[in-house]
């Protein structure tokens, strides 16, 4: 069965850097994209951008350009999500979903997601 | 960007109620539409695709409408366990953006 698994929660202090893993089994890794979303808590989903483990292509949202590089190992078909320059209201659960689809835009099987706690 | 707003942001049910979630696009999508269902603490869920599709496994009181700025999410017949935020979110243009949110709760 498809699963994602996501690697576990971390604590880390203002001007870090995080990076997040998202192991893909049961479906062929590089054949959807990889997304990554994240939530706010008690907030709503936002988009942050998403991989092509095949070719490595991306696509970022405007406002993570520059601080966020999503990268992928497809020896052991995991995607990774690393974000620099961390602010408290980096403060989040981080997602990341298989993109399935015509257009591998829809969001069909999520991982579990990581809890990123930014504080001083 | 494309702006997503959901209406109601959030509404009160009886089980057996028939509800009915719209979201707008602040431009045409096309049928680049889909529907998310969260419940508190858990991962989004895909419940509909391509504005109308049903995503395998979710149960057919759900069904999606609309195209171009204009969808619709409806549930025939309001369950316990679908009480829960709901989400539309477009796949047209990159950032695929998210709705707000619509909370649906018991009356």
């Known amino acids: 069965q498809v699963q994602l698994v996501q690697s576990g929660a971390e604590v880390k202090k203002p001007g870090a850097s995080v990076k997040v893993s998202c192991k893909a089994s049961g479906y062929t890794f590089t054949a959807f994209y990889i997304h990554w979303v994240l939530q706010a808590p008690g907030q709503g989903l936002e988009w942050m951008g998403r991989i092509n483990p095949n070719s490595g292509s991306r696509n970022y949202a405007q406002r993570f350009q520059g601080r966020v590089t999503m990268t992928r190992d497809t020896s052991i078909s995991t995607a990774y999500l690393e974000l620099s320059g961390l602010r408290s209201d980096d403060t989040v659960v981080y997602y990341c979903?298989?993109?399935?689809?015509?257009?591998?835009?829809?969001?069909?099987?999520w991982g579990q997601g990581t809890l990123i706690t930014v504080s001083s | 960007d494309i702006q997503m707003t959901q209406s109601p942001s959030s509404l009160s049910a009886f089980v057996r109620d028939k509800i009915i979630i719209t979201c707008r696009a602040s431009?045409?999508?096309?049928?680049?539409l889909n529907w998310f269902q969260q419940k508190p603490g858990k991962v989004p869920k895909l419940l509909i695709y391509a504005a109308s599709s049903l995503q395998s496994g979710v149960p057919a009181r759900f069904s999606g409408s609309g195209s171009g700025t204009d969808f619709t999410l409806i549930i025939s017949s309001l369950q316990p366990e679908d009480f829960a935020t709901y989400y539309c979110?477009?796949?047209?243009?990159?950032?695929?953006?998210f709705g707000p949110g619509t909370t649906v709760d018991i009356k």
């Open positions: 979110q477009q796949s047209y243009n990159i950032p695929f953006t």
């Open positions: 979903a298989r993109g399935a689809g015509t257009t591998g835009s829809d969001l069909d099987y």
């Open positions: 431009q045409s999508i096309s049928r680049s």
